[in-house]
């Protein structure tokens, strides 16, 4: 039985990371921003016992040591952290403001990237003194796409592709192994609104499975991801785009 962190839990694709984990019989913080009722709802569903719900708002430096610190009481250890929540803002670059651009890239630097960069700091401070552990970062299509109405969001995903790998390599010798899983558009969470639109036939034909990612798809790679059997795919890149997209 493992103690997992979950971030930006309280629906869509972390909601379905977080009942895949607790279905393999670990136990489970599900992490919230400011939707607490909606995290309430995920904890109730979760199969097994010792589950929780810890709100933090991850762009505050502070309160992302204090939510790993808060974890690590709640369950007695940390021994997997999946770097999930996220946060996307159109700032297209021929129609905003330049404060309207420097808030966008503030905000979305700081929640996509900045974020998970801490939590992973505070995880690795634990983990290499408690045999090790596993991080899975979710990033996205767009880190290698572009997106040229949300470039903010593009260039944090990229980042965290190039932060895992590094971290991979610092701490592979303390037991730690890095891994990031990059969805493309999934049925669920921040691509709802768009899913729901006149260009969803136009997006699912992107793939040539004729369709967008489950949720439960995503869980299940971040749960082989934190398996010990992955462990020497640390610092890999597991693309879940459908080959709408190849590097």
Same mark, same amino acid.
């Given at each position: 039985?493992?103690?997992?962190?979950?971030?930006?839990?309280?629906?869509?694709?972390?909601?379905?990371?977080?009942?895949?984990?607790?279905?393999?019989?670990?136990?489970?913080?599900?992490?919230?921003?400011?939707?607490?009722?909606?995290?309430?709802?995920?904890?109730?569903?979760?199969?097994?016992?010792?589950?929780?719900?810890?709100?933090?708002?991850?762009?505050?430096?502070?309160?992302?040591?204090?939510?790993?610190?808060?974890?690590?009481?709640?369950?007695?250890? *940390?021994?997997?952290?999946?770097?999930?929540?996220?946060?996307?803002?159109?700032?297209?670059?021929?129609?905003?403001?330049?404060?309207?651009?420097?808030?966008?890239?503030?905000?979305?630097?700081?929640?996509?990237?900045?974020?998970?960069?801490?939590?992973?700091?505070?995880?690795?401070?634990?983990?290499?003194?408690?045999?090790?552990?596993?991080?899975?970062?979710?990033?996205?299509?767009?880190?290698?796409?572009?997106?040229?109405?949300?470039?903010?969001?593009?260039?944090?995903?990229?980042?965290?592709?190039?932060?895992?790998?590094?971290?991979?390599?610092?701490?592979?010798?303390?037991?730690?192994?890095?891994?990031?899983?990059?969805?493309?558009?999934?049925?669920?969470?921040?691509?709802?609104?768009?899913?729901?639109?006149?260009?969803?036939?136009?997006?699912?034909?992107?793939?040539?499975?004729?369709?967008?990612?489950?949720?439960?798809?995503?869980?299940?790679?971040?749960?082989?991801?934190?398996?010990?059997d992955a462990e020497f795919a640390?610092?890999?890149? *597991?693309?879940?785009?459908?080959?709408?997209? *190849?590097?």
């Amino acid at each position: 039985m493992r103690s997992v962190l979950v971030t930006g839990a309280s629906g869509g694709i972390g909601a379905a990371i977080a009942h895949a984990f607790a279905e393999a019989g670990d136990r489970v913080v599900v992490h919230y921003h400011r939707r607490r009722e909606a995290a309430e709802k995920v904890l109730s569903a979760l199969p097994g016992t010792g589950h929780h719900v810890i709100g933090a708002d991850l762009t505050d430096p502070e309160q992302a040591r204090q939510l790993v610190a808060d974890t690590v009481e709640a369950l007695g250890g *940390l021994d997997v952290l999946v770097n999930n929540a996220g946060v996307e803002r159109p700032h297209p670059v021929l129609d905003v403001s330049y404060g309207e651009w420097q808030d966008a890239w503030s905000f979305t630097m700081a929640a996509n990237l900045q974020g998970p960069v801490n939590l992973a700091y505070c995880a690795v401070h634990h983990m290499k003194d408690h045999g090790g552990g596993r991080i899975v970062n979710i990033s996205s299509r767009s880190a290698v796409r572009g997106e040229p109405e949300e470039m903010a969001y593009a260039a944090a995903k990229a980042g965290l592709n190039a932060f895992g790998q590094s971290l991979a390599q610092a701490v592979g010798h303390r037991g730690i192994a890095v891994m990031t899983v990059a969805p493309g558009f999934v049925d669920a969470g921040m691509a709802d609104p768009i899913l729901a639109g006149p260009d969803v036939e136009a997006i699912k034909a992107q793939s040539p499975l004729g369709r967008v990612a489950r949720p439960e798809e995503i869980a299940a790679a971040v749960l082989f991801c934190a398996s010990p059997d992955a462990e020497f795919a640390t610092g890999a890149i *597991l693309d879940m785009f459908g080959a709408s997209y *190849l590097r």
